[in-house]
């Protein structure tokens, strides 16, 4: 169990840091006055910024019981979410050291630690048939 509760502070630390990036982002823009279609398009990144944060958190909460459903729906949607970061702001080189690796980082921690509890939880299920 020690295994999700480690990636499950990753993932929720991971979570907070893109709630907290969604709402500053978010009030930057709301501070310049009408948006125009640009501005606009930045605005709904940034909201999924911070709602994909939110989700984050709730998973995280699963995770560190480690629920299966909650590994794999946290599994497919913040890894989606950073490797889109990574091929395109990260590659394009937007995201300078070290914001650009902050994120994956915990993102990869969290990966690594929740399957490691998602294995050594079926492997124990196993044992006890």
């Given amino acids: 169990m020690a ?3 480690i990636g499950a502070i990753s993932y929720a630390l991971w979570s907070l840091l893109h709630i907290v990036l969604g709402v500053t982002r978010l ?3 709301a501070g310049e006055g009408a948006l125009a279609e640009a501005t606009g398009r930045l605005a709904q990144g940034h909201w999924t ?4 944060g939110v989700f984050g958190l709730i998973c995280s909460y699963f995770n560190w019981r480690n629920n299966t459903a909650a590994y794999w729906v946290a599994a497919f949607i913040i890894s989606a979410e950073d490797i889109g970061f990574i091929v395109f702001p990260v590659l394009y080189g937007q995201t300078p050291f070290p914001a650009s690796v902050i994120g994956p980082t915990l993102w990869i921690i969290g990966l690594v630690f929740t399957t ?3 294995l050594q939880g079926r492997n124990e299920a196993q044992a006890q048939l």
Wanted: proline share 0%; charged share 25%; glycine share 0%.
């Fill in 3 to 5: 295994y999700a509760k």
């Fill in 27 to 29: 009030a930057e823009r």
């Fill in 49 to 52: 910024l911070f709602y994909i």
């Fill in 116 to 118: 490691l509890a998602y």
